[in-house]
C-alpha cells in the first residue's frame, strides 16, 4: 500500500480557497507528524506547514493567516486548507511524514515517507 495518497487541487482564482487531502493510512499514523511542501520549477521544496501525532501545528508566518492544518486520527487523513489563494501559492503540493518534531519538520530530509504531489494553479 502506498504510504501517502494526496487528492485536491487544480486550478482556482486569485481570492479563492481550496482543501488538500492527505491519506495516510498506509501508515500507523500515530507514529507520524505530516508536513506539508510546495515545489516551483528550477526552486527547491519549500515547507509549508506541519502537524504533529498529537494535533499540535506549526505554519510557516508568510502562510499561518492563509492556511491552515488538520488531521482527522479516526479517518487517518491530514488536510491543508488554503484561503484568500494568490498566484504566488501556484507550486506542486506534497504531503510528508516523519517521526520528528521541532526545527526539524522544517527540513525535507527528515521526511521519510512522500505523497505523489498535486498541483495548485492560482489564476489572477
Known amino acids: 500500500q502506498v504510504p501517502l495518497v494526496q487528492s485536491g487541487g487544480g486550478l482556482v482564482q486569485a481570492g479563492d480557497s481550496l482543501r488538500l487531502s492527505c491519506d495516510v493510512s498506509?501508515?500507523?499514523?500515530?507514529?507520524?507528524?505530516v508536513g506539508w511542501f510546495r515545489q516551483t520549477p528550477g526552486k527547491d521544496r519549500e515547507f509549508v506547514g506541519a502537524?504533529?501525532?498529537?494535533?499540535?501545528?506549526y505554519l510557516e508566518d508568510s502562510l499561518r493567516s492563509r492556511f491552515a492544518i488538520s488531521r482527522d486520527n479516526a479517518r487517518s487523513m491530514v488536510y491543508l486548507q488554503m484561503s484568500s489563494l494568490k498566484p504566488e501559492d501556484t507550486a506542486e503540493y506534497y504531503c510528508?511524514?516523519?517521526?520528528?518534531?521541532?526545527?526539524?519538520?522544517?527540513?525535507?530530509?527528515?521526511?521519510?515517507?512522500w505523497g505523489q504531489g498535486t498541483q495548485v494553479t492560482v489564476s489572477s
Open positions: 498506509g501508515l500507523t499514523f500515530s507514529s507520524y507528524a
Open positions: 502537524v504533529s501525532w498529537s494535533g499540535d501545528t
Open positions: 510528508a511524514a516523519t517521526r520528528s518534531w521541532g526545527p526539524a519538520i522544517k527540513n525535507r530530509y527528515n521526511y521519510a515517507h
